[in-house]
T-cell receptor, first 116, second 113 residues
Framework: DAGVIQSPRHEVTEMGQEVTLRCKPI?????LFWYRQTMMRGLELLIY????????DSGMPEDRFSAKMPNASFSTLKIQPSEPRDSAVYFC??????????????FGPGTRLTVT | KNQVEQSPQSLIILEGKNCTLQ??????????LRWYKQDTGRGPVSLTI?????NTKSNGRYTATLDADTKQSSLHITASQLSDSASYIC????????????FGKGTRLHILP
């Protein structure tokens, strides 16, 4: 398996533009997580899905952020409109079960977003 | 408020030396604690996981300890190698109804030749 795949790896955009980040989880995994990582705040859980259904989106910073999982092999995180403070590395992770038990989360390589 | 605090924020040691990273948490009730290694430009990779009843777990040169009474964990690296240069992140999962996963901000470790 190729692991969790994220695209693009790098994104530079201007303030106000729409940004869409993409994730393909590991085949067979039924949990998918979106994280944001910055130097100041570290890793933050934004939202997670179970069997394509959003379970907890309490980490989504504001209405400008939205996430979808139309099927078991694809998810998107959209920011509209983007702002400079959204600049961060966004990680997608998947697991067989939530990491509350021994099943661990497997992280993708991340998308480095820069909003100018 | 559930928190995970890691120390030191960064650490520089010579190749071959040992080091210990600390993680203190306030998450309660506690379910498990995991240490991740994150190489520059890559996603975190799990090193160890410990539940409430475990107090030591090893993975090669990495040994994690857990004191659930004092809510402290440490990650000890023996005979460090240049490839150990990375960020080490402590992650604690709660057993509460909403089962929050709390990430520490990590310790940045630099190994010098």
């Amino acid at each position: 398996d190729a692991g969790v795949i994220q695209s693009p790896r790098h994104e530079v955009t201007e303030m106000g533009q729409e940004v869409t980040l993409r994730c393909k989880p590991i085949s067979g995994h039924d949990y998918l997580f979106w994280y944001r990582q910055t130097m100041m705040r570290g890793l933050e859980l934004l939202i997670y899905f179970n069997n394509n259904v959003p379970i907890d989106d309490s980490g989504m910073p504001e209405d400008r952020f939205s996430a979808k999982m139309p099927n078991a092999s694809f998810s998107t995180l959209k920011i509209q409109p983007s702002e400079p403070r959204d600049s961060a590395v966004y990680f997608c992770a998947s697991s067989l079960k939530r990491s509350i038990d021994p099943y661990e989360q497997y992280f993708g390589p991340g998308t480095r977003l820069t909003v100018t | 408020k559930n928190q995970v605090e890691q120390s030191p924020q960064s650490l520089i040691i010579l190749e071959g030396k040992n080091c210990t990273l600390q993680c203190n948490y306030t998450v309660s009730p506690f379910s498990n604690l995991r240490w991740y290694k994150q190489d520059t430009g890559r996603g975190p990779v799990s090193l160890t996981i410990m539940t409430f009843s475990e107090n030591t777990k090893s993975n090669g040169r990495y040994t994690a300890t857990l004191d659930a009474d004092t809510k402290q964990s440490s990650l000890h690296i023996t005979a460090s190698q240049l490839s150990d240069s990375a960020s080490y992140i402590c992650v604690v999962s709660g057993r509460s109804r909403d089962d929050k996963i709390i990430f520490g901000k990590g310790t940045r470790l630099h190994i010098l030749p």
